[in-house]
């Protein structure tokens, strides 16, 4: 099966530009987990998509949002955009066990 | 919510010797306890885990241990080799009856593992 897949790999924006991210999870997986990898504040969990439901959310702003489509697939998007949501986000596929792959990664520059 | 404490953050041993790296987790209820590495510019990659109903797991020169009572656990690598060098990272989550995901994984802060040879 293919992997995990994120797109675009980088992207560099101003502050006050809003962002959108995509994530397409391994082949017959529902669940799709966002996550924000600072070097600061680590891995910290974003939210969660299941069946095109948020299940889960973490502790960020409302600025960060994201949906699931019926194939699965999901987008993030960033809103507004401040310097310090520059940081590597990964996304992460799950069938019905716990068990998560992590995508490659999208690296977003805030300038 | 969960919180997950991991020791220590740096680790240097020569090829050979073994290392351990340890967390800890607050939230009880957590019963499915990942550990991920991650190369410098890679995606992080699972590399064993270990469910509340098993005290230890075994995968070749990789070992985790886990202590409910304690509620920590631990990642052991035996005879470390260069290509162990890596951040790696322990994490939980709960995971529901049936084998329904909650999706949240709650991460430690991670470990640099360097491996001399």
């Known amino acids: 099966k293919a992997g995990v897949t994120q797109t675009p790999r980088y992207l560099i924006k101003t502050r006050g530009q809003q962002v959108t991210l995509s994530c397409s999870p391994i082949?017959?997986?529902?669940?799709v987990s966002w996550y924000q990898q600072t070097p600061g504040q680590g891995l910290q969990f974003l939210f969660e998509y299941f069946s095109e439901t948020q299940r889960n959310k973490g502790n960020f702003p409302g600025r960060f949002s994201g949906r699931q489509f019926s194939n699965s697939r999901s987008e993030m998007n960033v809103s507004t955009l401040e310097l310090g949501d520059s940081a590597l986000y990964l996304c992460?596929?799950?069938?019905?066990?716990?068990?998560?792959?992590f995508g490659p990664g999208t690296r977003l520059t805030v300038l | 919510g969960e919180n997950v404490e991991q020791h220590p953050s740096t680790l240097s041993v020569q090829e050979g010797d073994s290392a351990v790296i340890k967390c800890t987790y607050s939230d009880s209820a957590s019963n499915y306890f990942p550990w991920y590495k991650q190369e410098l510019g890679k995606r992080p990659q699972l590399i064993i885990d270990?469910?509340?109903?098993?005290g230890e797991k075994k995968d070749q020169r990789i070992a985790v241990t886990l202590n409910k009572t304690a509620k920590h656990f631990s990642l052991h690598i035996t005879e470390t080799q260069p290509e162990d060098s890596a951040v790696y990272f322990c994490?939980?989550?709960?995971?529901?009856?049936?084998?329904?995901?909650?999706?949240?994984?709650?991460f430690g802060q991670g470990t640099i593992l360097t491996v001399h040879p």
């Open positions: 992460a596929s799950s069938s019905l066990l716990a068990v998560q792959f």
């Open positions: 082949s017959g997986h529902r669940s």
């Open positions: 994490a939980a989550s709960k995971e529901g009856a049936g084998g329904t995901s909650y999706g949240k994984l709650t």
């Open positions: 270990i469910r509340s109903n098993v």
